[in-house]
């Protein structure tokens, strides 16, 4: 940078914008594709979830009145796979919520990290942070629900597998017997 007396020349001034656009635009597009690959997987799990805890009550109610005798513990099984099934319903729904908050963190550190230039000093833009905290102790926080969020997601999707075994012992198959 070329400073003359204080004062930043027009050539490093419009290089300063261009970069600082760039960036900012190159981590806009990031957080963008992030948000719709997480939004697309809670998708995913709603569906299966949910699809297959429709499916198994429906299936439970047809047989109810005459249950195969050959499967004497089809509905047992059937209603705790269902209770599985139900399960990654609601992490899933906890996970959408606690991604609601990462975003609403991020979003705030990121203001938070912008720094007005000048006129504008120490104490005035301690006053912009709003009542959120520092940005890097809200980017810490964000950070830190983000992984509980992930492992929210991954127990919808393991409620969803051991669903599916448990439903597909009502019929004598077992992990083994499907390698």
Known sequence: MTLKGGVMDDRTFEFMKLRYQHHHDSNRDMFASVME?????????????GAATIALLALMGSTASNPPAQFA????????AAFYFSLGVLFTAISTGLKYLVQAMYAQATADRYQPEYPYTEEDYKELIGSWGSADKLAR????????????VVCAYLW????????????????????
């Open 37 to 49: 690959a997480s939004s697309q997987a809670l998708k995913a799990s709603f569906i299966m979830n």
């Open 73 to 80: 513990d089809f509905l047992p099984n059937a209603a705790i």
């Open 160 to 179: 969803f597998i051991k669903g599916v075994f448990k439903f597909g012992s009502t019929f004598g198959l077992s992990i083994c017997s499907l390698f």
């Open 141 to 152: 926080h964000g950070n830190r629900l983000n992984y509980i969020t992930i492992f929210f």
